[in-house]
């Protein structure tokens, strides 16, 4: 209908997720900017609170510093794993940098997109702002940034994937990329990125193929030279926390040495198991079906 959501049983459902981009109005309508920039404070250092790999370095700022640019965003090489994150562009009308969204890409230009050759590098959401051009940015264009909106299709509630469809509007953080000229990046390596925003993502970072380093941070296994398992979890049953922890009571499989692993159907991992190479598991049935326990390499798997 178009019209703003009706929940009166689950009112807390009505509320619109703004989208990371929020941050910039949270800080000037709070106040905080203008506290932080009066006393002293230059630069912020702001990251999802879902990516494990975003530490503060101080290497990083110095690059800012050096740089003198009022926005630097942290950028690493695109995998098949990361096809459908945002990638970089340029505004063919004044050369600044661009993110472009999967939200945001025409369907027919959906094959290019995904084309990790040509785009090659994605935003980790890790990004180093002047505090106090962000203020003098924003106060001279009526307290705002000029951010375009993402359009997201999802079910109202989220744990529900029967429940009512709707559309979420919202706006990205590293969008604001395109609001200053001397906007700037610089290419981390895959360590500063490790997310959890999907089961599937859940699976790998408890896995074997990370590690926690002595100073406690995440990172991918030396030995898979910076490219993580990539997991596809299609049965519903995987789109949700609790359901997902039932079908992994013993804990993840290894995948270490995993290339790829793709799950077709309600599947349930068991004991000490280990994929190696290219797994494909299928589950026809609706039923949960278990995996047994074992060392699979470069398998397709029925149950």
Not at 79 to 99: C, E, I
Not at 192 to 197: C, E, H, I
Not at 222 to 227: L, V
Request: aromatic content about 8%.
């Amino acid at each position: 209908t178009y019209e703003a959501v009706s929940c009166d049983n689950s009112p807390e459902l009505e509320w619109c997720p703004p989208g990371h981009g929020d941050i910039y109005a949270a800080l000037l309508g709070t106040g905080m900017l203008d506290t932080l920039v009066d006393s002293g404070v230059k630069y912020a250092f702001i990251s999802n609170s879902d990516n494990l790999g975003a530490t503060l370095d101080f290497k990083l700022l110095n690059e800012l510093l050096n740089s003198d640019s009022s926005f630097m965003m942290e950028v690493t090489r695109r995998t098949d794993v990361d096809k459908k994150g945002g990638h970089l562009a340029r505004d063919s009308r004044n050369g600044n940098f661009l993110l472009r969204e999967v939200a945001q890409c025409p369907e027919e230009d959906f094959n290019e997109f995904q084309n990790v050759n040509k785009h090659r590098y994605f935003n980790t959401n890790n990004i180093w702002i002047r505090l106090d051009r962000l203020r003098s940015l924003m106060k001279s264009s009526d307290n705002n940034l000029n951010l375009p909106l993402i359009i997201n299709r999802k079910n109202l509630n989220p744990s529900d994937s029967q429940s009512s469809k709707v559309i979420q509007i919202e706006v990205a953080m590293g969008a604001a990329i395109q609001c200053f000229e001397d906007s700037t990046v610089i290419e981390v390596p895959r360590s500063r990125f490790s997310p959890v925003k999907s089961c599937e993502d859940l699976l790998a970072l408890r896995s074997d193929a990370y590690q926690v380093s002595d100073d406690f941070e995440i990172q991918l296994c030396e030995s898979r030279g910076g490219i993580p398992p990539e997991v596809g979890l299609s049965d519903e049953i995987y789109k949700n926390y609790i359901t997902f922890e039932e079908m992994t009571p013993y804990g993840p499989p290894s995948l270490k040495k995993c290339k790829s692993i793709q799950v077709e159907g309600p599947v349930k991992f068991g004991k000490e198991i280990s994929f190696q190479g290219t797994i494909t598991i299928t589950n026809d049935s609706k039923l949960v079906k278990e995996i047994s326990s074992g060392k699979y390499i470069e398998n397709n798997i029925v149950l």
